[in-house]
């Protein structure tokens, strides 16, 4: 098994759990009418979408969507592309956009757009985090799990160049921590 450096954990599993269950159950209120189209940003909201699907009793699939912006680095690029998630069935529906994060906005606000010129007739917005204090694009998070200080964090579905994904809970990235936790070289 590969070592886990002893990253800070900023949230716990057991939170972020239940917080999904709440974050679900009202959605289904919201929505007693007619289910929304779900659509979850890949890769970071498939864990997320995943336990969020579990309390939904909706049988449609949450779609993937797919958009650019940070590549493997840390710092948002500014330019967001739409790659894929152009066959999502958005027409005359009311969508809702599953992210693990809201950093600058940037990303929920290009994928609104598409979904919108894409024929949804509204596009509302689920996230498990934000991170007001990063915002650049305003955004109307309609669901949202935590808001969250200015920290670096993975796990739970976020990553760090596509490292700890897999981690269960939410912890602050730390690159002296992972250095020394797994022996590597401060030059490398
Ligand atoms: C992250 C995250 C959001 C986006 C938020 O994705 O999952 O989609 O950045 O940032 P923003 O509000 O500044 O636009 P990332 O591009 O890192 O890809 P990933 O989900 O595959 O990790």
New binding site residues.
Partial sequence: MTKVPPFRVLLPRDALLRRTAEVARQIVVDHAAEPPCLVA?????RTFATHLARHLPWRDPVHEIR????GSGTV?SGT?KVLTGHDIPADGRDVLIV??????????AALREHLLASGARRVGVVALLSKPA?RVVPVDIDYLGFEIPDEFIIGFG??VAGRYRELPDVVVYDSEVERSALGWSTLG
């Fill in positions: 940003v890949m890769e970071g909201a958009a650019s912006s940070y948002s967001v992210e693990d994060i809201v950093d600058t906005g940037r990303t929920i990063r976020l990553d």
